[in-house]
C-alpha cells in the first residue's frame, strides 16, 4: 500500500522567504504526484500535476519536483507571501489507481 | 461555471439514521471521486466513478453506498451512520480518468453523527 508522508507538518516563515515543502512516498511505481492547496474549511486546489515521465513542473512562482527513485517531490514557492498561508498537500497515484494523500503540510507566512 | 458542488455543506445524524450526500459538476467531466478527510490522515478515497456507468471501492468503502446518477451527478448514501463516519466529505472530479488529469474538488461537507 503506497504511504505519503509530509514533513514537516507545520512551517511558519517572514515574508519574502523562500518556501520548501517535502513528500516522500513507499512506492516509487506511480503514474503520478499532485500537488494541492487547501485553505481553512475549504476543499482542495490544485497546484500542479507532474506526470511519472516529467522531473519538474512550473507555474508561476511555484515549481514541483519529483524524483521517483528516491521516492521524493518537493514544491518550492518563491518569494512567499501572507496570501499563500495554507495547507499543502501532496498525493501520489499508484498502480491500484486510489489516490493516497500526506496529511500536508501547514504554512504561515509572517507579514 | 460553478465546478463541483456539494449538498448539504452541515449535517448532523444521530446514530443508525440514513441521508444521501449529493454531489454535481458542470465541466463534463467523465470520472468523479468520493474522499473523507480526518484530521492528521489525510484524505482516503471511499469510492470513485470512472466513467458514467461504472463505480468501483476506494481504500474506505464499508458503510457507504453510491450512485452515479448521470455524467453530471454522483452521490454517496450512509445506510446506517455510525460516529466513526464523523468526518469532512469530498466530492471531486477530473476530465479522465485520473492517471493523467488533475482532480477538482467540491467545497466539502462537514457530518458529525452523534
Given at each position: 500500500k503506497q504511504e505519503v508522508t509530509q514533513i514537516p507538518a507545520a512551517l511558519?516563515?517572514?515574508e519574502g522567504e523562500n518556501l520548501v515543502l517535502n513528500c516522500s512516498f513507499t512506492d516509487s511505481a506511480i503514474y503520478n504526484l499532485q500537488w494541492f492547496r487547501q485553505d481553512p474549511g475549504k476543499g482542495l486546489t490544485s497546484l500542479l500535476l507532474i506526470q511519472s515521465s516529467q522531473r519538474?513542473?512550473?507555474?508561476?512562482?511555484?515549481?514541483?519536483?519529483?524524483?521517483?527513485?528516491?521516492?521524493?517531490?518537493?514544491?518550492?514557492?518563491?518569494?512567499s507571501q501572507p496570501g499563500d498561508s495554507?495547507?499543502?498537500?501532496?498525493?501520489?497515484?499508484p498502480?491500484?489507481?486510489?489516490?493516497?494523500?500526506?496529511?500536508?503540510?501547514?504554512?504561515?507566512?509572517r507579514a | 461555471n460553478a465546478g463541483v458542488t456539494q449538498?448539504?455543506?452541515?449535517?448532523?445524524?444521530?446514530?443508525?439514521?440514513?441521508?444521501?450526500?449529493?454531489?454535481?459538476?458542470?465541466?463534463?467531466?467523465?470520472s468523479m471521486y468520493w474522499y473523507r478527510q480526518d484530521p492528521g490522515m489525510g484524505l482516503r478515497l471511499i469510492y470513485y466513478s470512472?466513467?458514467?456507468?461504472?463505480?468501483?471501492?476506494?481504500?474506505v468503502p464499508n458503510g457507504?453506498?453510491?450512485?452515479?446518477l448521470n455524467k453530471r451527478e454522483f452521490s454517496l448514501r450512509l445506510e446506517s451512520a455510525a460516529p466513526s463516519q464523523t468526518s469532512v466529505?469530498?466530492?471531486?472530479?477530473?476530465?479522465?480518468?485520473?492517471?493523467?488529469?488533475?482532480?477538482?474538488?467540491?467545497p466539502g461537507t462537514r457530518l458529525t453523527v452523534t
Open positions: 511558519s516563515v517572514p519538474e513542473q512550473t507555474s508561476g512562482r511555484l515549481n514541483a519536483s519529483l524524483d521517483k527513485s528516491s521516492g521524493r517531490s518537493t514544491l518550492y514557492i518563491a518569494a495554507a495547507t499543502y498537500l501532496c498525493a501520489a497515484l498502480n491500484d489507481y486510489k489516490l493516497s494523500f500526506g496529511a500536508g503540510t501547514t504554512v504561515t507566512v | 449538498t448539504p455543506k452541515f449535517q448532523v445524524l444521530k446514530t443508525g439514521q440514513s441521508m444521501t450526500l449529493q454531489c454535481a459538476q458542470d465541466m463534463n467531466h467523465n470512472a466513467s458514467e456507468g461504472t463505480t468501483d471501492k476506494g481504500e457507504y453506498n453510491v450512485s452515479r466529505y469530498f466530492c471531486a472530479s477530473s476530465e479522465g480518468f485520473v492517471t493523467v488529469y488533475e482532480q477538482y474538488f467540491g
